[in-house]
């Protein structure tokens, strides 16, 4: 179709969809904030603590028993799910996101709790859960509880 059309056309067209691709980079890029927000950097740190933490704690040596080893991976990758929902509910602006993450904390409890029970294990002790804004860092499972007084805290 292109080689019907007259050589200069096919040329503009061309140039056209270039000038719009770059149009519509450029109003992305619009609406990412020049500054960061001020809590970023923390908010950054903390979330690079916490994969960190579940990045360690995720490379367990074999045991033989593959199921044991499941367990062993998966319940510090469930924890960091909780850390990094903990920060969200920390540094967090969005509502929805915010239930998001209290949503995660619940059912990553629940999750690493029957993985312990397929195995054997004991659950944790129950305990408060980290997640309101200004507390510590979630440390692990074994330090946390949901509080049914209607909210979650340290």
Same mark, same amino acid.
């Given at each position: ?5 007259? *050589?200069?056309?096919?040329? /503009? ?9 770059? /149009? ?37 040596? *074999? ?15 469930? !924890? ?27 059912? !990553? ?8 029970? /397929? ?10 859960? *980290? ?5 510590? *860092? /979630? ?16």
């Amino acid at each position: 179709m292109l080689q019907s059309l007259r *050589p200069d056309l096919g040329m /503009a067209i061309f140039s056209a969809s270039i000038l719009l691709g770059i /149009a519509a980079s450029l109003a992305h890029d619009a609406h990412v904030p020049s500054q960061p927000p001020a809590n970023e950097a923390a908010f950054l740190k903390e979330n690079d603590a916490a994969m960190d933490k579940m990045m360690s704690a995720m490379q367990v040596k *074999p045991t033989g028993d593959i199921d044991r080893d499941f367990v062993a991976m998966m319940a510090p990758h469930h !924890q960091g799910a909780i850390d990094m929902a903990v920060i969200e509910l920390r540094y967090g602006k969005n509502e929805k996101l915010r239930r998001i993450a209290q949503e995660i904390i619940v059912e !990553q409890m629940q999750e690493i709790d029957a993985m312990k029970l /397929a195995i054997g294990d004991k659950v944790t002790a129950s305990m408060p859960a *980290p997640t309101q804004p200004g507390t510590a *860092p /979630a440390t692990d499972h074994m330090d946390m509880q949901m509080d049914m007084s209607g909210g979650m805290k340290k």
